[in-house]
């Protein structure tokens, strides 16, 4: 995903391939085919706990790590940050429209054909 380096990618990708939280160690033994040392897994996940990318609850004397939303949820968050930050939010949504497919355009249309619907 944009606004992820390569091994942060990696790291969420482990995420949100389970349904229960992780161990820093258990991150760093999925991530199969790497020599990573357990540092620089669990400077990731802080470095992603900063960016709110990943939640955190300490269970004992290990945090436990999982995914703040889904690819899906996390990425629009990331589409809302950019929009609030870029100082023009119109010209870029209008730049955006310019450039949609015809299928994200059609869904575009169906959510503002429903909140046009809604009172």
């Known amino acids: 995903m944009n606004g992820l380096g390569e ?29 990573l040392a357990y540092t620089t897994v669990m400077t990731v996940l802080d470095n992603l706990h900063r960016k709110q990318w990943v939640l955190r609850d300490k269970n004992g004397r290990a945090y436990h790590y999982r995914p703040a939303g889904t690819r899906e949820e996390i990425a629009a968050g990331v589409l809302r940050r950019m929009l609030e930050t870029s100082g023009h939010p119109d010209v870029v949504l209008l730049h955006f429209a310019r450039s949609a497919s015809e299928r994200e355009l059609a869904v575009l249309r169906k959510v503002l054909d429903e909140r046009a619907g809604s009172p």
Not at 10 to 24: E, F, G, K, S, Y
Not at 28 to 35: E, I, T, W
Request: glycine letters at 4%; proline letters at 3%.
């Open 7 to 35: 091994l942060e990618a990696a790291v969420m990708q482990v995420l949100w391939q389970t349904d229960t939280p992780l161990r820093v160690r258990d991150v760093l033994d999925r991530l199969a085919g790497r020599s």
